[in-house]
């Protein structure tokens, strides 16, 4: 795939969302990629990355990156998460980082420091 | 929350990772924070965000954005799975977009232009 | 909501899906079961399930039966769960009981007694 | 695996309880079967039953059944949810019919003929 970054350098979100969207076009995946599919799609995309944690103790879990090959699942199930929100977002016109933002600020409002401990906060 | 970015910009990855992560020290929430935990609760979000599509037909799912009270919720879930997803990288130590860049790579390998649909994609 | 079962007794399968079949005809809601819906339903509420637990230490998650306004939510997101696994079979004219049946015995063989952890079994 | 029931016959829940049960017990898996753990497998079962879903049109879902393959995959995931469902409600002593027959009730009060559709239901 070709594109005008640098060699080595990270692309950033408008970039991956450019890659993505020729990704799809490319291989007329468009027509799949509505913004229910692409929800279903992205929460199937979060089991999967859960699934490598279900029977782990907090220990196993916090050591997973050691080992190579579980560490390259965690990465490829946090590429397909992202490619999906991503993706999901171009589909219904949402900027996720502004969307971020505002609720980083909601937030503040919500849950004061010194508060309650996020057991019901969603 | 003071950040220094200038007022009216989108703050990237970065800075909206240094923003949760104060968020959450501010708060003594990094204990509750664990990899198994945030990606359970990055599942959680991303349900939460299918839940709004769920009963919708695919007109209705497209026309989701026009009505201000389920555009706000889409929003308000695409944040939460952004924010989880990046929290969950930061207890990893996973850089998110190399981890999408690396995999647009390999599935420009895997799924060549004119092959199958993204059936049994995942 | 009438059905032949004595009072005080728990209905069986048969008879819960009855009743859910006569629940949606009665409110005109069939035309939202599809399969593809359903599963969706239920995925949703398996997370809705989920979330009860994901901030909790094991300690907590063994408790939560000793809190009634936390038990009470256990019961309503396994009953959401079974009501959506239920519709989804009917659906499909899946029968659940011998599929688990069945599945069990393939399990018997693939898993043997002394074999491995469940790890990666799916 | 050797249960009692008539040959052909299918096991009601208790009696797949019971198989569940000794399943887990001959393998020494009763140590990952905690609460937090059930429902997080649970909720990954449930999305690989999605997952069949995700890209099919309502046609294409509804007709799932008719190739061998898929719904071989259906029954498949049909029985991790059911099995990890029970699995669940035998870890934390819920009775999930009498949770359903409960639910059932409340819904026939929160629904009434005749009134909304399901959209915002949960």
């Not at 594109?3 to 993505?20: C, F, K, M, N, Y």
């Not at 080992?67 to 999906?84: C, G, K, S, T, W």
Request: hydrophobic letters at 50%; one cysteine or more; glycine letters at 4%.
């Amino acid at each position: 795939m070709s594109d005008h970054s640098e060699p080595g350098t990270v692309p950033d979100i408008a970039a991956l969302q450019q890659r993505l969207r020729a990704f799809a076009a490319a291989r007329d995946w468009g027509q799949y990629h509505t913004p229910k599919n692409l929800a279903a799609a992205l929460s199937v995309e979060a089991s999967e990355l859960l699934e490598i944690f279900q029977w782990l103790t907090p220990e196993q879990a916090a050591a997973v990156m050691r080992e190579p090959a579980r560490a390259h699942r965690v990465e490829d199930e946090v590429a397909d998460v992202l490619a999906y929100l991503l993706q999901f977002c171009m589909a219904l016109d949402v900027d996720p980082l502004a969307a971020l933002a505002a609720k980083i600020e909601r937030n503040e409002l919500r849950f004061p420091v010194g508060g309650t401990p996020p057991l019901d906060a969603s």
